[in-house]
């Protein structure tokens, strides 16, 4: 049984996912604010992490930064009322995974957290380590070192990476990595990708706006090129 980790101030909104993630099976454990979430995460084991931004004492992104600098690399989804791209592009770059925005449904949610915990499931057993450019991959720690520079790598980059290499030179369509990675088929097609996106190219690319190595094809989607 999947173990999730629910860090939210908002008991209301606990208590509903709460609710609907133990009708699902799930086992799930709850912290009120951001320093509890990272003692959770150390504490309670979980596969995965539903994450509010806006938390007392420790907010959602520093929380998260946190538990990646301790080397947790499990799936951490970010739950906010903020809709601001920079804000999502903010999450990502500290290595969060995916960012769902209230009110959403809890049908694509639900989806979302068993996209994630299979594709985490997948991946078990990898010992690759990648070199791209002068930044190095490592897909095991979920980390990326480029120069003096290091970064975390989350969940989802971590996949959309892996299906972009395993696809080099081939251009690998926006809703094919929806539908793989998320499981978002029969949802809105928004910028999720496209937020990943950036946040990679800033993480491997000497210069994010001119990449080399993680390059779109317009109107298709992206392409990897060693």
Known sequence: MARILIADDEKDMVTGLRDNLQFEGYDVVVAEDGEQAIAAAVSESPDLILMDIMMPKVDGL????????AGFTIPILMLTAKSQEIDVVRGLEVGADDYITKPFSIRELI???????????????????LRIGEATVDLIKGKIERGSERFPLGHFELEILKMLVENAEQPVERNKLLDVIWGLEGFPAT????????SLRRKIEPDPKNPRHIV???????????
């Open 111 to 129: 989806a979302r957290v068993k996209a994630a915990l299979r594709r985490t499931d997948a991946g078990k057993g990898l010992s690759r380590v």
């Open 216 to 226: 779109t094809v317009h109107s298709i989607g992206y392409k990897f090129v060693p």
């Open 191 to 198: 910028r999720t990708v496209d937020n990943h996106i950036v």
């Open 62 to 69: 520093e929380a998260c930064r946190r538990i990646r600098e």
